[in-house]
């Protein structure tokens, strides 16, 4: 098992992905036509919002909601409320439902075909991992768990200087329906925070990048995990200790291409939640004039979209 940890250091990132002053932002008027196409889900102010062809509708209404995920047919988005998973059908009037009844899931991801949810119980570092199948009624026809393994008492250390999304607990199934990533796992055993890519037919797990513990001595973390179109490249949130340093590196999104082991930054400082759009388009949650803002990134070019987080796109 090959680990891979990304050390940046604040020379490296600064210069690479150098944040925008807070002087310089200015609120766009009507930015949506400017958008990628397709639908946009986010969170505004706790609630699920869907942004479809220049018209931006709200889908809930009782607050402590998160992390919408739309189904492959853009129909549907998966939401977490206050730990359980939801279900909305998007129409003239939108219909919810809950699916879980835990109250510890985080953020779920959709199967390729839209059959199956899986999202992951616990905290960032323990928990199981569990795959629900839904009849043609979006009903749970059955559920499958895969059981986490990390040594017992062992305990992370984070600084308190890390952004709040060091305890995102989401999950990414990829397109091509092979592999999951999250956060924790085998790798929690030896390390003090890693990311996981499980293959999801032969059960079995691959370490992408970890912090702390196990010879590595910077202190990190990497969440939020979401893929490329083919398969091929993994993207995530992540932040570390500069080495040497009692700092922090700013927040950043990052990228693995997972056929010739590279990595790399991409969007600037204070870029999170990477989702891909091909052709080197992204779809960030950033800082702009105080408040979080979706942008949209095409090859450096920045657009700001609309006020919110935690956005996921379909075609």
């Known amino acids: 098992m090959r680990v891979r940890s990304i050390l940046l250091a ?15 932002l200015a609120f766009p008027a009507a930015a949506h036509a400017a958008g990628p196409g397709g639908s946009i889900a986010f969170v505004r102010d706790g609630d699920i ?7 931006t509708t709200r889908i809930t209404q009782d607050k402590g909601n998160s992390w919408p995920r739309l189904s492959p047919d853009g129909y549907v988005i998966a939401y977490t409320h206050k730990g359980n998973i939801r279900i909305a059908t998007i129409a003239d009037e939108p219909f919810s439902d809950e699916l879980t009844h835990g109250g510890d899931a985080g953020g779920a991801s959709w199967s390729p075909d839209g059959t199956y949810l899986a999202y992951k119980t616990g905290d960032t570092h323990t928990g199981n991992l569990t795959f629900v199948r839904l009849s043609s ?17 062992w305990t992370a250390r984070r600084p308190e200087s890390f952004d709040p999304l060091s305890a995102a607990n989401t999950v990414a199934w990829s397109p091509d329906g092979k592999k999951i990533a999250f956060p924790g796992g085998d790798c929690w055993g030896i390390y003090d925070d890693c990311l996981t890519v499980l293959d999801v037919a032969a059960n079995t797990e691959q370490t992408i990048v970890a912090f ?13 995990p979401s893929w490329s179109a083919d398969s091929r490249k ?3 949130t992540q932040q570390n200790d500069i080495e040497g340093s009692s700092n922090t590196t700013p927040v950043h999104s990052v990228a693995y291409n997972l056929t010739n082991d590279t990595m790399w930054a991409v969007g600037t400082a204070g870029d999170t939640i990477p989702v891909h759009l091909g052709g080197g388009a992204f779809l960030f949650t950033a800082r702009h004039g105080g408040v979080p803002w979706i942008a949209l990134d095409k090859s450096g070019t920045r657009t700001w979209l609309m006020p919110g987080a935690q956005s996921d796109w379909r075609p």
């Not at 919002?49 to 220049?54: D, F, K, N």
């Not at 702390?212 to 939020?224: L, S, Y």
């Open 49 to 55: 919002w869907l942004t479809r062809a220049g018209k």
């Open 137 to 153: 009624s979006l009903a749970v026809e059955s559920t499958r768990t895969v059981r986490l393994k990390a040594a017992a008492g």
């Open 234 to 236: 993994l993207f995530w």
């Open 212 to 224: 702390g513990g196990g010879g590595i001595d910077v202190d990190g973390f990497a969440t939020t």
């Open 10 to 24: 604040a020379a490296t990132v600064a210069a690479t992905v150098a944040p925008t002053p807070a002087a310089a």
